[in-house]
């Protein structure tokens, strides 16, 4: 099922909610998808979600080579994907807005000077939540 970005139900929110993990879908230099698991948190009033990694991980290189991704979440018979454009962000300040969302999520994460924030403008969402 397509959801509507400007009228996402509430079990949608109710399903993110939740400490659970994602996996992030990008397209490496053969064509080939990578698949990483990760943190993320859902503004559903931007339509973005943010992510928080390492500079020289693959999915970075992978985006800045292909920036079409997707994002899904799986839990019991639920399940979300995401489908968007993801940018790599190396100012403080939307590094700060991820790791606070991580925060939010998740836990505070550990100090690394070499983070980056992946933010990813959703276009699509389908799923059944």
Do not use: C
């Amino acid at each position: 099922m397509a959801y509507s970005l400007d009228n996402l139900p509430k079990s949608i929110e109710e399903f993110l909610s939740t400490r659970a993990f994602g996996s992030l879908n990008s397209i490496d230099k053969t064509n080939n998808l990578h698949t990483a698991v990760v943190g993320f948190h859902f503004d559903k009033n931007k339509k973005i979600i943010r992510i928080i990694s390492q500079k020289k991980s693959i999915k970075v290189k992978n985006i800045i080579q292909n920036n079409n991704v997707s994002l899904s979440q799986i839990r019991d018979n639920k399940w979300l994907s995401f489908i968007g454009t993801a940018t790599i962000k190396y100012d403080q300040e939307s590094i700060k807005l991820a790791s606070d969302a991580y925060t939010l999520r998740y836990e505070k994460p550990s100090e690394n000077p070499d983070r980056i924030a992946i933010e990813i403008s959703v276009k699509k969402i389908l799923g059944n939540a």
